[in-house]
């Protein structure tokens, strides 16, 4: 039997990217990443309500993701989910959700230093992490 482990998230990068090496000398870079959902109650309140993930890029795309984003920065990102489990020093058990990252696409443009940041427009192609492919318009996920 096939099975699916695929999720999509575009947000906004919550913490600046640590990026660290394995023993063996892989790169590995984490950030949290937080995406808003905004909705209206049934009593037409308007609500906003926020998640936030753990996200692990390996090797080359853990360099770009250390290179490229920022805290702040939109981006967007797919993987698997992976769930950890663990006893803490204080013998109570505690779980982790974290996003292993297929693929980074880097919503908008870096700002030049000493300008004020733009916002992405509609001729603003955001570069790819994933084996350094560029990317088109067409390629995005909306």
Do not use: H
């Not at 906003?48 to 805290?71: G, I, P």
């Not at 880097?106 to 700002?111: A, H, K, N, V």
Request: hydrophobic share 35%; net charge negative; aromatic share 8%.
């Amino acid at each position: 039997m096939v099975g699916l482990n695929k999720i999509m998230v575009i947000g906004n990068v919550g913490t600046e990217p640590e990026m660290r090496y394995t023993p063996s000398g892989r790169p590995i870079t984490t950030f949290r990443m937080a995406a808003t959902r905004n909705y209206t109650t049934g009593t037409g309140e308007r609500k906003q309500e926020t998640e936030w993930f753990t996200v692990v890029a390996w090797n080359q795309l853990a360099e770009q993701a250390s290179n490229y984003l920022k805290k702040g920065r939109r981006a967007y990102v797919d993987g698997r989910l992976r769930s950890n489990q663990w006893t803490g020093q204080d013998g109570a058990t505690r779980f982790r959700n974290e996003i292993i990252a297929d693929r980074i696409l880097f919503l908008d443009r870096q700002p030049v230093e000493g300008q004020a940041e733009e916002p992405a427009g509609p001729s603003a192609t955001p570069p790819a992490a994933e084996g350094g492919d560029a990317v088109e318009a067409d390629d995005l996920p909306f």
